[in-house]
């Protein structure tokens, strides 16, 4: 398995492989996205994101297909995630983290290729070398694994639970 960062190019000609990694990891039982959402991340959520500043793209193969992907961008006041953050989180919490953080999107690993370290390893690559003082994500406030493998990442849980069945999860880069 070897995990590389994909330039904008690169992950757009992917984009279908990547949409069927993204249904494969979030139409599992538990996650039930279906495959108008996976489309929806193919032909609209990944052309705007990688327009942003900080757009970071990595990608696992094996045997040269794809089966895991993450990316991330530098998130503003003014985008979608980031306002809605902002009105849910303490005010502390806003003051000191929201804004020119690196925003992890989404960690996808196909389905059965869990369970072997490649969401490990993709959220490795992805976290290398970022220029930004800190970073954030929101996930799940139960127990699955993507919550497990970002707190044994040293992330820590800013906020426990959003108001949504989400939690915000905070790194310092420093
Ligand atoms: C979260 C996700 C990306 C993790 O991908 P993954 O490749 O399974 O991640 P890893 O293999 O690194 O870790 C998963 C588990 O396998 C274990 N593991 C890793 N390598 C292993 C090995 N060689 N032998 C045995 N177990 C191993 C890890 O310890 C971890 O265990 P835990 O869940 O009990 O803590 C994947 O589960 C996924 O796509 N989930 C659905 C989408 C999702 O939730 N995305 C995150 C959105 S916030």
């Known amino acids: ?52 500043d900080g757009f970071k793209f990595v990608a696992a193969r094996s045997d040269h297909r794809i089966i895991g992907f993450g990316y991330g961008f530098t998130g503003q006041r003014g985008q979608w995630w980031s306002d809605r953050i902002a009105e849910s989180a303490p005010a502390e919490i806003v003051e000191e983290w929201i804004g020119g953080h690196f925003e992890i999107v989404s960690l996808a690993v196909a389905v059965d290729e869990q369970g072997r370290g490649v969401g490990a390893a993709l959220h490795d690559v992805l976290m290398a070398d970022l220029p930004h003082g800190k970073a954030l994500l929101t996930t799940w406030v139960d127990d699955r694994p993507a919550p497990r493998l970002y707190r044994r990442k040293g992330w820590q849980v800013l906020v426990p639970d959003l108001g949504w069945g989400s939690a915000l999860y905070g790194l310092s880069l420093r």
Do not use: C, K, N
């Open 1 to 52: 398995m070897i995990v590389d960062v994909l330039t904008v190019q690169e992950t757009l000609e992917a984009a279908p492989e990547l949409a069927a990694v993204y249904l494969s990891a979030f139409g599992a039982p538990g996650y039930d996205e279906d495959a108008a959402r996976a489309e929806e991340f193919r032909s609209e959520q990944l052309p705007l994101h990688s327009e942003r």
